[in-house]
């Protein structure tokens, strides 16, 4: 015999998670271990017919061989059948989302993930067996997932608790079921024991974290208390709230938790109890609620940290203006930092703040030239450094403002933006939610990659980083290595590209690195860089961390030292803003102010403001080369923001040497024609190759990597510029004065010119020998072959579409550039002939009758090479 059952005090998701075992578990009987809750019990009155759940009196124990086991593995709160658990012979299978605890019963099939409810478990399940299940099976299984997470709004839910409901609403579950039994009203006892709870309840601040204690004793038991602690959620608005009520000889704990800082699973552990970090309960037996209160608030003390505060978001240093400086001036200013606002200071004191908004609105009423004081906002909020970000927000949402400056004993310190309190509330939040409810590593090893840099970067490289941070301790600064190896070793990629960014002189300490390993530094004072040369021929390039500011849109750069907030505000794209420190401290530790690792982990390329593509056009192209080199996708925003900088021909604005540059990258990623599509897709193309037909070149852009693969197998030298290949195959249809516009457009150099000028002209030459009919001589093949250049071997390639063509390719090829005379110059002379131009028409006489099976071995080539200059007059020595 099979029974699935469950924990005494049976709530929805209990009920709905036995249901869902019984889909997968046909055979088995669903078992009550004890009593319900109200809402389960009402549920029950209606249902009890087509559910058909038994108690413990209506079951044989002796005769039970497996328990299915869901929503709890604990023995304690299943009453009598506990001693089922005992059976040596028993098979136990588990399905529970509460996080395991000591004495917890262990199964031969478990399954225990952290999401919001039991259910999901099951119902996923039921989805990966194609399992039917009724409109009504549907509507309960929604009951237990949407009681268990709160209707999908508890901190606990997953993506995998949204699934599954969705699920179920496709199978005909009814939401005006579901809400009425969720919405059930509370009980004489039940409301009686709230007015008690409301009345005890006292509030606490520690560690600048607010919560409640409310505590009650009842003669005899009441259910639903984790629905009156939610409900004391919802009245009092703080960040955790404990009831604590005696019935029955036992005393009920139940914990919520609104902030990450506070983990009730972790204080109710010291009870015994167990559940998830923002939802958990303990029951104590032969206690009594003062002692258990008392203790409770002691170990919330130990327990709760202290909560993210205005000096951990804040930029610093901060860009103010005085109130007597002009709207047009202070525009500029917010275009050169790239700030949506901006505080307002007199002498040293902060007397208000003005927006982006604000200068907009004075400028289109003809008012650049007043002074700020006059549209500034004078009505200050402020915040100190140690107030919670919870506190922030609250104050940024009561007076409608954008930006809150943080004083220190009247001194201006920092500020914190509206963006700085969403990315802590959907970026750190979020990803501290996933942590501790999705994940069984701790906290520390998932915000630090030391092993990741360990396992990615070589071991001198590793070495050189840890000597930079302790050269940088010496020095009293900080230094982390940004940008692309953050990324790329997060995408477990090669990272050859190493750049250091100083909090202090990134000049001295790439100096005293330099003398570490007795190698050589180049110095960039105008742009605060250095570039470390050491003696193994490896490099590290050093940056003092510092801000680019843009006089204009598209200007080149002007940089100013600044901190490393700022130096990575600069950069492109979130996913190459994200550093690593190289502090003995927090080594490998990621600093990732801007949420590129979340957008990395999502496929997204982000900008990090809306001026981005304005202030560097040529983002734009490089966002491309990211897009299919990561295998990514432009964000919404970026996409629209993307289109409208070329829409604005905003890349006319930018000298074509940083366009080129950009091309030329492009062309020398793996597969070019992605990016090149995307060029078209993007309106680009017309503005980079104006004249140049995409459509006329597409099928053969897109075999070209194919190519390249196949030459590279036929053991040939490769090119000496591999992104000529994608040039070249741009052009090859084009008439040779548009090509040469286009290679003088981005200053090509003459040996580049005469390359593409050379394809151009030859490759149709190749493709008709190579094609036919009566077969050319090799030599005559080899001879046109020769008068293209190596980077159009490809596209003649890519043409060559039967085997018999391909075969010939490769025997010319191999003739090209392996079959060579034996004899030389010195041989010619030993023969008895005298040095001069017939000797080069000699050997390639030899060339062309080797190429053509003519000669063979070395004895060969000199009979040759003797009749050929025995008939050119003057070529015989005098004897």
């Known amino acids: ?206 560690n600048g974290i607010k919560f409640l204690i409310a505590k009650g004793t009842v003669d005899e038991f009441v259910g639903g208390l984790d629905l009156l602690t939610h409900k004391l959620v919802d009245f009092a608005h ?19 938790s609104n902030i990450p800082e506070v983990s009730v699973k972790d204080i109710l552990d010291v009870f015994g109890g167990g559940g998830h970090p923002s939802a958990a309960s303990a029951i104590i037996k032969k206690a009594k609620v003062e002692d258990v209160a008392e203790l409770l608030l002691e170990t919330i003390r130990s327990k709760a940290r202290p909560p993210t505060t205005a000096a951990d978001i804040m930029s610093s240093p901060v860009k103010t203006i005085t109130q007597e400086m002009v709207i047009e001036e202070a525009g ?61 927000r609250e104050l940024m949402i009561e007076h409608d403002i954008g930006r809150l400056p943080v004083l220190k004993e009247g001194k201006l310190v920092g500020i914190v933006s509206r963006t700085d309190v969403l990315r802590t509330l959907h970026g750190e939040v979020q990803a501290r939610h996933e942590k501790l409810h999705n994940s069984a590593k701790p906290d520390k090893s998932d915000k630090n990659i030391r092993e990741l840099m ?20 010496r020095l009293g600064y900080k230094v982390f290595a940004a940008g692309g190896i953050v990324r790329d070793l997060l995408l477990g990629m090669e990272c050859l590209d190493i750049d250091l960014v100083v909090e202090g002189d990134g000049m001295e300490l790439a100096r005293a690195l330099s003398l570490e390993y007795g190698g050589r530094v180049r110095v960039h004072p105008k742009f605060h860089t250095a570039t470390v040369y050491f003696a193994d021929g490896r490099q590290v390039d050093v940056a003092t961390a510092r801000v680019e500011f843009y006089q204009y849109p598209a200007a080149m750069p002007q940089v100013e030292t600044s901190s490393l907030h700022q130096d990575l505000y600069r950069r492109d794209f979130t996913i190459n803003a994200m550093a690593v420190s190289l502090n003995k401290d927090d080594f490998g530790d990621v600093v990732d102010f801007f949420g590129g690792r979340e957008d990395l982990e999502r496929g997204l ?68 024609s992605l990016g090149l599509a995307r060029l078209v897709e993007l309106q680009l193309w017309e503005y ?37 290949v994608y040039l070249i195959a741009i052009l090859h249809q084009t008439d040779s004065e548009k090509a040469r516009e286009i290679c003088l457009r981005y200053h090509l150099n003459k040996r580049q010119l005469e390359k593409v000028s050379a394809a151009l002209k030859g490759w149709r030459g190749v493709m008709e020998g190579l ?52 004899i030389n110059g010195k041989d010619l002379r030993a023969l008895g002939f005298k040095p001069g131009p017939a000797f080069k028409m000699a050997l390639d006489a030899v060339w062309q009758a080797r190429i053509d099976g003519l000669v063979r071995t070395k004895q060969e080539e000199l009979i040759y090479a003797k009749e050929y200059l025995s008939g050119y007059e003057g070529a015989i020595n005098d004897v």
């Open 688 to 724: 980079l190759f104006p004249g140049v037909l995409y459509a006329a070149n597409k099928v053969v852009l897109d075999e070209l990597h194919l190519s390249i693969k196949v030459l590279r197998s036929w053991d040939l030298e490769e090119p000496d510029e591999p992104w000529m």
């Open 238 to 256: 703080l960040d955790a709230v404990f009831t604590v009520v005696e019935m029955d000889d036992r005393v009920y704990l139940v914990a919520r």
């Open 332 to 392: 500029r200013i917010m275009l050169r930092y790239g700030h949506t606002g901006l505080p307002v200071v007199k002498g040293d004191q902060v007397v208000g703040v003005i927006s982006r908004r604000d200068v907009e609105k004075a400028t289109h009423h003809g008012l650049g030239h007043a002074p700020v004081k006059g549209f500034m906002t004078s009505n200050l909020v402020t915040a100190g450094p140690g107030t919670p970000v919870s506190v922030v």
């Open 771 to 822: 094609n036919h009919p009566e077969g050319l001589n090799t030599s005559v093949l080899a001879r046109r072959v020769m008068n293209v250049p190596r980077e159009c071997y490809p596209l003649i390639l890519a043409y060559l579409v039967n085997y018999v063509t391909r075969r010939r390719f490769r025997q010319v090829l191999t003739a090209v550039f392996y079959d060579k005379p034996s």
């Open 1 to 206: 015999m099979e029974i699935i059952t469950t924990h005494t005090n049976t709530d929805m998701d209990a009920l709905a998670s036995m249901v869902a075992a019984q889909k997968l578990y046909p055979g088995a009987v669903m078992v009550f271990p004890g009593p319900l809750l109200k809402n389960v019990e009402e549920f029950m009155a209606l249902h009890k017919d087509t559910l058909n759940v038994r108690t413990v009196r209506d079951i044989e124990p002796r005769l039970i061989e497996r328990v299915i086991l869901v929503d709890t593995k604990s023995p304690g709160r299943l009453d009598k059948l506990a001693q089922l658990l005992e059976k040596p012979d028993i098979d136990i299978h588990i399905y529970d989302h509460h996080p395991r605890g000591e004495g917890d019963a262990r199964g031969k099939l478990e399954v225990v993930e952290m999401v919001g409810a039991t259910t999901t478990l099951l119902v996923e399940k039921i989805i990966k067996k194609n399992l039917k299940i009724t409109p009504v099976e549907a509507t309960v299984l929604s009951l237990g997932i949407y009681e268990d997470t709160g209707s999908l709004v508890f901190s606990s839910t997953t993506p995998r608790d949204a699934a599954a409901v969705s699920y179920l609403l496709s199978q005909g579950a009814n939401l005006a079921v579901v809400a009425d039994f969720l919405e059930r009203p509370l009980s004489e006892g039940q409301r009686a024991l709230l007015k008690a709870l409301l009345v005890s309840a006292e509030r606490y601040e520690i």
């Open 454 to 473: 360990y396992r990615g970067l070589s071991a001198e490289y590793v070495l050189i980083l840890e000597r930079a941070g302790e050269v940088a301790a």
């Open 605 to 672: 390329l982000r900008v990090l403001h809306n001026l981005s593509f304005i202030e560097d056009p040529t983002r734009v192209l490089r966002g491309i080369r990211f897009e299919k080199r990561y295998n990514i996708s432009f964000e919404p925003q970026t996409l629209k923001l993307a289109r409208e900088a070329v829409q604005n021909n905003m890349l006319a604005r930018v000298s074509l040497e940083r366009v080129w540059e950009e091309i030329r990258h492009l062309l020398m990623e793996p597969r070019p």
